[in-house]
Structures are given as structure tokens and as C-alpha cells.
């Protein structure tokens, strides 16, 4: 019976009420690594701690998220996706349980790290999305999947600040590892029953990652643009916090925070994006995606002082790229479809590392050289996948004559 179920989902793809829960699953998970992020002069105050110190804690977060990448994302080509997914949801509410408890910075960097890990539950949702879903309509499921890690990102700073303030931040983790065993519970009778599909032993899917890059023309093309946009879209990000924190602006962090709402746009945005994938194809939209991005980025080198303006351009801006991502992991998705969390693993690496360096870019660029000056670079790297883009398409079109 479990096997002509499992066949029957490849055959007719995920059922609308099961996107919706992935999509779901994927905001919580997605979010559970960023609620401590407005929470940092709390808890270096309970702890007796700098605020660096705790700053410090936060960033094996990241750490983790890369591990889990490598190690815990290609599991669902490997296991039944509710068994891996229901046994990621319980490990995540286990580590925001165990954060809630740490009475030292140490322990919650550990913590924070095993939170990182599991948060990968995303990219499994995505990869899920892909095996699972029916080819002419794998980019409209993945773009839903892909709106709730972007919610996630949004909600996980906004929610997870707001529960701090009004019941602390230990209160706060154990609301989130209540949410998450939730959906563990869920999980394992709402997701794919299907038995894995990987050929290999699991050792040798993570040795075989690096190979992917090089017999897969298309995976290092998709990779490398989406590093360059995650770099810049980190940068944009990591570099406005620091230029509004600094006269003559001088805000404070609770209005700062404010402009993470034009990351809303960006949400919708990932919606539409799978739609039209699937009608005129990944290229298309992301050119679109990326042309928006660029423009967006080119007005903000020089309209800071406008906050109405600046909003506009940031919604703008996380929509394009959202657009952009969106299509193009779908390419990725798509070059092992009975088996696409080895490749989806792969390209996330490489996408995250982009991402990891214009954080750290964006911060330290803006007193470097300067708000307009950091604005720009991040305008060359998504310029340079634009180009990217266009050349990788105009050779392929070759190629086919």
C-alpha cells in the first residue's frame, strides 16, 4: 500500500494543503535561527556578558546552517522525507530547549550551532518540493516552499523580538521549540511516505558533492550567480543597518527594524516567480528578476536620506532577487528530479557562502568607504550575474543551432 502511494505522489505531485504545510514548516524552521538577533543586549544582560560575547554565540548559527547543508540536506533523497523532516523538527525544538536553559555564552553558541544545523529543514522542503512535485508545476510548488523561508527570515527577527520584550528571551526559544515539535508531529503524517531514491551509500554522496560542480555545467552556472546575488543582497542588508545606525541618520535599532518589512514584497514576489517559471521558462524570469534588482540597487547608492524612497527600492530589490533565486534553483531542482537534494545541497553551499562573505562585507564596506560606495559594489556583483546570465543563455541557444 505504501508503495503505490508513494508512486501515486511522483505521479500527480503534492497536494495544495501539503505545499501549504512545507511552506509553513519552512517559515518556522527558517525562523527559529534568527529570533535571538534583536534579543543580544538581553541576554548578555542575564548572562553578565558583553554584548560582543553573545554577538559571537549568535554567529555559530551560520556555522551550523553550512554543516547542516553538507551533512543533513541530502538525507531526503535518502529516507522517507516525513521521517527525516518529522526527526529534524524534534532535534530543533530539542536545541531551542537547550538554548532556553544556558546560563553561559559558550554553551549558547553550542546551542545556537545545533540550531543552525536544523534550520536546514528549508532547504530539505525545497529539495521535497522538487522530487516530489509534478514537472509542470515544479517552480510554482517551490516558489510557495520558498515564500515561507522568506516569511521565516522576516517573522523570525520581528516575532522573536516581540515575544523578548514581552516574555523574555528564554520564554521566547521554548514558544519556538513548542511550534517546531508541533510540526515534528505533523510532519510524519502529512509528508511524502516515499522510500529514498539515493544510489549510493550516504558517504559517498557527500565525497560525490564536489564532483557535482564538475560534470554539471549547469549547477556551476546556477551557483555562482546565486552567490553573487546572495552576496549583494547580504551586503545591501548588513551595510544599511551600519549606514542608518551612523550620523546623520543616528536611528535606533527598533527603526531600522522597520525597513525589514519591505522584505514583504519580496514574499509575494517568490510566489509569482514559480508561476511564471513554469510558464516561459528560469531564464526569463531571472533576466526580469535581476534587471529589477539592478535598478533598485542603482537608486539606493544615492537615496538614503529618503526613507519612503529607500523602502520602495528595498521592497523592490528583495523582490528581484527573490525572483531571481527562486527560478534559479529551480534549474537545480530540475538536472536530478528523482533525486535533487545532492544538488540542492551543492548549490545552497555555495549560495550561502556568498551570502556569509557580504555579510561580513556589508558591515565592515559601509565604514570603509561608505554607504554609496558599498551600494555600488553590491550593483557590480549583480550586474556581473546579469551579464552571467545572458552569456550562459546566448551559448546554450548556440549549442541547440
Not at 4 to 17: D, I, K, N, P, V
Amino acid at each position: 500500500m505504501e508503495t503505490e502511494l508513494a508512486e501515486e505522489t511522483r505521479t500527480t505531485g503534492l497536494r495544495t494543503s501539503v505545499v501549504w504545510f512545507m511552506a509553513v514548516a519552512a517559515a518556522l524552521g527558517t525562523a527559529s535561527i534568527y529570533p535571538l538577533q534583536p534579543a543580544i543586549a538581553g541576554v548578555a544582560h542575564s548572562f553578565g556578558v558583553s554584548t560582543a560575547a553573545v554577538g559571537a554565540a549568535l554567529a555559530c548559527g551560520p556555522i551550523g546552517y553550512m554543516v547542516g547543508l553538507a551533512l543533513l540536506v541530502p538525507l531526503v533523497d535518502r529516507a522517507a522525507p516525513r521521517d527525516v523532516l518529522a526527526a529534524q523538527f524534534a532535534a530543533l525544538a530539542v536545541a531551542l530547549a537547550c538554548c532556553a536553559a544556558v546560563g553561559a555564552p559558550w554553551a549558547l553558541g553550542l546551542g545556537v550551532g545545533m540550531i543552525g544545523a536544523a534550520s536546514s529543514v528549508g532547504a530539505q522542503l525545497s529539495s521535497v518540493a522538487g522530487r516530489f512535485a509534478a514537472p509542470k508545476r515544479r517552480a510554482t510548488t517551490l516558489g510557495i516552499v520558498t515564500a515561507g523561508i522568506s516569511a521565516g527570515i522576516l517573522a523570525g527577527r520581528i516575532v522573536g523580538g516581540w515575544l523578548a520584550e514581552v516574555i523574555g528571551w528564554r520564554p521566547m526559544l521554548l514558544t519556538f521549540a513548542a511550534g517546531c515539535l508541533a510540526i515534528a508531529v505533523a510532519a510524519r503524517f502529512v509528508l511524502p511516505a516515499a522510500p529514498g531514491t539515493a544510489g549510493t551509500s550516504y558517504l559517498a554522496t557527500l565525497r560525490g558533492l564536489p564532483g557535482l560542480y564538475a560534470r554539471h555545467p549547469a549547477l556551476r552556472v546556477a551557483a555562482s550567480r546565486g552567490a553573487l546575488w546572495f552576496f549583494a543582497f547580504c551586503t545591501v542588508w548588513a551595510g544599511l543597518a551600519v549606514a542608518l545606525s551612523q550620523p546623520p541618520f543616528s536611528y535606533s535599532s527598533e527603526r531600522i527594524g522597520m525597513y525589514a518589512f519591505a522584505g514583504l514584497l519580496g514574499i509575494i514576489a517568490t510566489r509569482i516567480a514559480g508561476i511564471w517559471t513554469d510558464r516561459v521558462g528560469a531564464r526569463r524570469v531571472i533576466l526580469a528578476g535581476l534587471t529589477l534588482a539592478t535598478v533598485s540597487t542603482a537608486v539606493l547608492t544615492s537615496c538614503l536620506s529618503s526613507a519612503p524612497v529607500t523602502f520602495v527600492c528595498l521592497g523592490l530589490f528583495d523582490a528581484g532577487l527573490f525572483t531571481a533565486q527562486v527560478a534559479n534553483q529551480s534549474t537545480v531542482l530540475a538536472l536530478d528530479p528523482g533525486s535533487p537534494a545532492r544538488f540542492n545541497s551543492a548549490y545552497m553551499l555555495v549560495y550561502f557562502a556568498g551570502g556569509s562573505l557580504g555579510t561580513a562585507f556589508g558591515a565592515a564596506a559601509v565604514g570603509w568607504f561608505g554607504w554609496s560606495a558599498t551600494a555600488v559594489i553590491a550593483l557590480c556583483a549583480i550586474a556581473l550575474a546579469l551579464a552571467g546570465t545572458g552569456v550562459a543563455g546566448r551559448v546554450q541557444e548556440s549549442v541547440r543551432v
